[in-house]
């Protein structure tokens, strides 16, 4: 360098950083689109191991981390156009203070790569992190729900009477013990449709329509048709169905039609109501299944025990209330209590490490750039004092400097943020599906949660960050003295 070289390198940063002059940002760009073909095939990060425990492929579940790296730098290669076109859009603005801030960062961008770097990282890490920790516990807990869609499910055993080839039905008021909101009969069969020669058995879930709003779990994704609607649709007449998609595609059925089910060789008529891609205990990719009217399929068959579904009061023992119900002579012969069952997948020792790696590595995010911004904020207002000085001997006002460093940082967090929330939500969307646990077809289908509200908290977070590097900047332009700031000036 000679002195004007120098001096020009330090007024305006005219070398690319390394990662960008050896295109770093964009070999790491390549690696993760492999990363992300080789999870297209695989299809989840997450498998299933023996005895349903969790196992984890580690370098696959770097790959949304690498992901987010490689567009955070490659982002960065627009930063210093982006900025120069916004400082020519505000020079038209009355305040110069503006414009002078938007320009200092398009001429020097290199100054400022790091703490955008920082933010969008933390942002983007932080969204994803939020996001897949809360997509992956909803959709553990649902799968769940579907199998058991009710708080309890009891198996009851009826005594049964030879001469009279009948059952005994308990009174079923007599699930309403203490702690119990709701109670909901239902029973499944193994059914044949009686269409043409090969026609594949079916399942059958014969419910109270009722009751079932009350007791059962739904999502409003499982059917076009909002879970009352398809209630009402059963209340049409007793032998109205809602039957799976593909059974009317099979046998070329529409909406109204009548068809016909064998129950052990006795025959039954139906007809079809509506359709639901999903309804709770029943797996589309098991075969055709049908849903009906409970108290119809009793007066066609016959009378048999029914299972139960149970809504608790919150906080409420499983254990005392099938202790209650017992009590009352209803010979209960098995329970499922969904709640247990979740807390028992909360507690599996991979789940709680795959949360604690995503929680751990946004915190370190998070807390090196609180300690960046800290510190970008002290040295750029050291490093610029002269600068300032002479500003201000120009004839800006303290509230005019104030304002050019308000800009400046706010504008630095702002586009930071956007970039990193951007950038992290693609990431789930991305990459979120691949941490389903076991195979391709899962039931329920998988759903991608953005946690806003885990995210909103980051925002607060930030935005405490800046008001403290704005009260401390404003502490520091009210005790510049111009004379010390040219003199130093002078002496550099």
């Known amino acids: 360098h000679s002195i004007i070289s ?37 299809q989840s990060i997450v498998t299933l191991g023996k005895d349903e425990q969790m196992v984890i492929e580690p370098l696959l579940l770097i790959v949304p981390s690498i992901f987010i790296f490689a567009v955070a730098l490659l982002f960065l290669r627009v930063f210093p156009l982006l900025t120069a076109l916004l400082a020519r859009v505000t020079s038209l603005m009355g305040n110069p203070a503006i414009p002078l801030a938007l320009r200092q960062i398009a001429r020097t961008p290199n100054q400022y790569m790091s703490l955008v770097l920082l933010l969008t990282l933390t942002l983007a890490l932080g969204s994803y992190s939020a996001s897949a920790a809360h997509t992956i516990d909803r959709n553990l807990a649902e799968r769940v729900y579907y199998e058991i869609p009710a708080d309890m499910d009891l198996w009851e055993a009826w005594d049964y009477n030879e001469e009279e080839n009948t059952y005994y039905a308990p009174p079923f008021q007599d699930h309403f013990v203490d702690g119990v909101v709701e109670a909901s009969p239902y029973r499944t069969f193994k059914v044949t449709p009686s269409i043409g020669r090969n026609a594949k058995d079916g399942v059958l879930l014969a419910i109270d329509r009722l009751t079932y709003p009350a007791v059962g779990w739904w999502r409003r994704d499982f059917s076009p048709i909002p879970l009352g609607g398809l209630m009402n649709a059963l209340g049409a007449a007793e032998q109205a169905t809602i039957v799976s998609p593909s059974f009317l595609s099979t046998f070329q059925l529409r909406v109204g039609d009548s068809y016909t089910l064998n129950f052990d060789l006795k025959p039954v008529d139906f007809y079809v109501a509506e359709t639901t891609e999903y309804f709770p205990t029943m797996y589309p990719e098991k075969g055709y299944f049908f849903i009906a009217n409970l108290e119809y399929v009793y007066d066609q068959i016959g009378m048999q025990p029914y299972r139960v579904w149970l809504k608790l009061e919150p906080g409420v023992r499983g254990a005392d209330v099938v202790d209650s119900i017992r009590d009352r002579q209803i010979k209960v012969v098995s329970i499922q209590d969904s709640r247990v069952k979740v807390n028992q997948g909360r507690t599996d020792p991979q789940r709680t490490g795959l949360f604690g790696m995503l929680t751990v590595g946004f915190a370190v995010a998070a807390l090196l750039t609180v300690l960046g911004f800290f510190l970008y904020s002290f040295l750029s207002f050291e490093r610029r004092l002269v600068q300032m000085g002479i500003l201000r001997a120009m004839g800006l006002s303290v509230g005019q400097l104030f304002t050019l460093l308000l800009s400046e940082q706010v504008f630095l967090i702002v586009l930071g943020v956007a970039a990193g929330t951007g950038l992290g939500v693609l990431t789930g969307t991305m990459f979120i599906p691949f941490l389903q646990v076991g195979a391709e077809n899962q039931t329920p289908r998988f759903v991608v949660e953005t946690a806003w509200t885990d995210i909103s908290r980051i925002y607060a977070v930030l935005g405490l960050m800046l008001l403290i590097g704005l009260a401390s900047t404003a502490v520091l332009i009210r005790r510049m003295k111009l004379y010390q700031s040219v003199k130093m000036g002078e002496e550099q």
């Open 6 to 42: 120098y001096k020009q390198e330090v007024a305006r940063s005219g070398r690319r950083p390394f990662y960008q002059r050896f295109f770093i940002d964009i070999a790491l760009f390549g690696v993760t689109a492999y990363g992300y073909y080789m999870l297209r095939q695989r």
